[in-house]
């Protein structure tokens, strides 16, 4: 716990630090590359880029110092954190060069108004907060290396198979190298994966897409296009063009929190285009277990773009517990209402409740942040409990403040 005197001046200059805070993330990021540009290997040089990750870790830190006197208040946040950190196989060391990094940029922003105490105090702060990450992530590394198939840091995998989805989504089924087997991990968590580039490597996390207990591990990626004036996305259209049969790819362990809760209230599923395969994850492994109701609404643009039609379609004709509702915003004539999909638009509020016999089930939801705001808003509309809503990002997490329904 941090000295009073540290308590004092960080709560005193945290509001001083939280004005400059993007120009001293900025300053931050500029100088961790360049002296340490092999860290370039694990941040997403994309969120770099378009300011995304550089919000996110300013905002974290500025925040949690207000709570510099009552740190067990963040127990929620370190955790989704630390598996965050956990994929990516962040190390003691890191926290070290980021610790020193923050204050350097601390000092090169404010000048001489960043005394030597102030910079005192925001080391014992950082110092305390990076511990509580560091012990955290320590005993993920632990628990996971001593599991069956587990490891610590990154495994080499190969490519045992590649399955077209869609027109954009491609399946890669991955086996480890050391023929030791795959390890268990809970249907809707994400792996990393790491490749190598020209300038650097570069890791993205990418959901597990087939239930656990496979001999394989299955993610499923959707190839991003180039967007204005900025280059089609790095990772994926690599696994699309380069990827093949026999290619060796590097995974970070399974982590994350979006995961089924148990319980034995009906389950909805709700995606958006690739946001489904955490939650294909999910369905798979729920008609494995042949228990819970299961309603599974999937949004896309039109049959070109819809990943996995024909195995829910497979699902739901063997299964009287799987309920299936496709929507899309864009058919194409071909498409037929009523056989390739069954509502024409996006997921409102009049639909769900005419599906839904009641609101008190578990709701898991993943997809584009207007999909997931439009959703979010339509559960809230409909009374669900705030502890029965579990949603995944596909980025830095974000807030998902309420915006009106498409109603
Ligand atoms: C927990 C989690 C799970 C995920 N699961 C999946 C999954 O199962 N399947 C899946 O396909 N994806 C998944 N993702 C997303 C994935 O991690 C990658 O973000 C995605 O594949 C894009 O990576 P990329 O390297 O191809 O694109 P990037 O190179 O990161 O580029 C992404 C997009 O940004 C645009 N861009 C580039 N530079 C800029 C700029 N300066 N400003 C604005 N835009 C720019 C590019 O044109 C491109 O369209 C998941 C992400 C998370 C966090
Ligand atoms: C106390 C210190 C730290 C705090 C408060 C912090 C906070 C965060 C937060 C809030 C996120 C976003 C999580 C999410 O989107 O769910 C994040 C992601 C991340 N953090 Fe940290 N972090 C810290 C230390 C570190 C260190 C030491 C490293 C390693 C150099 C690191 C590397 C990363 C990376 C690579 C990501 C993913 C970002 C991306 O998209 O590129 N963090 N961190």
Redesign the pocket.
Known sequence: MASTKTIQIVKQTEPVLAKYKEDITSTFYKNLFEQHPELKDIF?M?HQ??GLQAKVLANAIFHYSKYIDQLEMLSGAVEQIAQKHASLAISPEMYDIVGAGLLEAIKEVLGEAATPEIIEAWAEAYGDLAGIFIQREEQIYKDFEVKPGGWRGYKSYAVVKKEVESETITSFYLKPCDGKGCPEFLPGQ?ISVRVKGDAHS?T????L?DSPGKDYLR????K????KD????????YFHKEVEEGSLINLGIPS?EFTLKPGDKPVVLLSGG?GV?PLMSMLNALMEQGKRTVYFLHAAKNSGTHAFASHVRQLSDQSGLLKSYVFYDEPLEKDLCGKDYDYQGLVSETVLRSILPSVEMDFYFCGPTPFMQNILSILRELGVAESNIHY????PSEELNAVPSVE
């Open positions: 997403n994309t880029a378009n994400y570069h993205r996390n990418y959901s897409s993610i499923s990626i959707k991003e296009p180039a967007v900025f280059a089609q996305g790095v990772v994926s259209n994350g690739v395969t995944e990002f596909f980025g």
